[in-house]
């Protein structure tokens, strides 16, 4: 996932795009009405596999406040307050949050009421399932007050939109018919590039580092009694809340181990090492799975055993080795180097001689998702200098960066009057153009896209003579429309 990160005051109610932070710490924003979006559109997501769910995928995670659901979060709360699992404070407070939104919910409508009855329609199943367990409230009721306050009062932000509230480091990222989302990646990744920041001397903020880092410490759950997960509590792509992310998982260990050296937290590390199990756990727990070589693979999403992700995977990976690297953690290592040998096997099934997969079973990646690949890739090489990651960053790189390589196959004769093909290959996918000539009269002036390989047009020669063909290539993968031109000649006989 590419992050775009800009913070902007937001004290208007214009909408935001998909790349921008609307740090909501300035004034209260008048309310509008709700953007015209047609019916069912707001509920789409980005399915992982590349393509889009429509609505009706959507789980009927809504609350009407309805009692059963009410109930069932008072006695959640209440259970883990009788096992001494939250304090009496922690269990009105979470009581509180609940009936607030609720008198929210009620005065909404129309789209802002779908997002925050989705929220809230998540906490209530997950309590009626008996999944809301204690160490999921912080992070369930998190979302639920954030929320109940963005939708009661705050500007319509666009989808993707990343939202930041005041007094609070944590982004929360907006997906439409869902409403404002944890997104651990997204701040993982976050807490990444504040590290840098301060390795690189350029904008160090430890504070505001150290806080972020406690503040998702504070929404990690105990996902089983082996360890600890940063979790998402919405459905994506068929997976129902909640559920976990080996990239996200790897890249929190990863920034967590970073910060304890350049902060001087051992405690980090602890809350590292709870987390690293999940590595080591089969799906829908954790992210262990049988690769597609037939090796150890990590999972982009613990709801998906055989959805196969290579840019996630080598993050995972990516994470691991600087974890074990940074601490000297056996266990880190051992997770590492039974999975990595995996990944070399398979990173070739992802080069598509002009293109990246984005997953082994779909179809290509978009223009983000190959250059986050080639990153991962880069990295790998710099880390471990083995070829299959070196030579494979540096050809997807030429896959962005090169014009397509265009040759002429033929045909050197043909006959008058009789249908023949104008034979080529082009090395990427591209707009073909032919052109036909004999005498500077055109016989034949053609366009159209392939794929890599070979290619022809049908051309039928209605007299004799020598003609000459053109052929044109502009390449459709970097963006810019690279060209390419070859030409010959073609002998036409008499039938």
Known sequence: MILMLATAAFASPAAASAGEVLEVDGPRMELRADPYVPEGADSRLPDPRGGARAAAAAPRASSSAAPRGARALSRAIARARRARQISGSAARRYARTASAARRTLRRLRGSRR???????????????????TSSRMPAVFLLVSRNASFWGSRGFPGSGAK????????????????????????NWKRANLMHGACTSG??????????????????????????????????????????????????????????????????????ARRALPAFSAPPPGGVKARGFRGGRHYLQYSFDRRLFIMNA????????????????????????????????REVPAFDLGDWSKYHFHGGESTGEYHELLREFLASMCSRLRRPVYCDTARRFRSYQTDPA???????????????????????????????????????????????????????????????SIRLSAKELRTGRGLRTRVGGSVEVGAG
């Open 114 to 132: 779908r997002q925050l009855s989705y929220v809230l329609g998540v906490a209530e199943r997950l309590a009626l399932k008996g999944r809301l």
């Open 163 to 186: 939202v930041r509230f005041r007094g609070s480091e944590i982004l929360f990222q907006y997906y439409p018919g869902r409403g404002l989302q944890l997104q651990p990646l997204v």
């Open 405 to 467: 390589v265009l040759d002429l196959k033929g045909p050197a004769t043909a006959t008058q009057n009789q249908g023949t093909s104008v034979r080529f290959f082009v090395s990427k996918r591209s707009a073909v153009q032919v052109v036909v000539t004999r005498d500077g009269a055109v016989g034949l002036d053609k366009t159209a896209i392939f794929r890599r390989g070979e290619g022809s047009f049908a051309w039928t020669p209605k007299t004799t003579g020598s003609y």
């Open 202 to 271: 350029r904008g160090c903020r430890r504070d505001r580092l150290s806080r972020l880092i406690a503040e998702l410490n504070r929404t990690a759950s105990r996902r089983s009694p082996r360890f600890i997960a940063w979790e998402y509590y919405f459905l994506f792509g068929g997976g129902g809340p909640p559920w976990m992310s080996g990239m996200a998982q790897a890249t929190a260990v990863q920034a967590l181990a970073r910060a304890s050296k350049l902060l001087n937290r051992p405690d980090y590390l602890a809350v």
């Open 313 to 344: 995977f080598l993050q995972s990976l990516i994470g691991l080795y600087d974890y074990a690297k940074i601490t000297g953690d056996a266990q880190a290592r051992g997770l590492f180097e039974v999975a990595e040998p995996e990944a070399q």
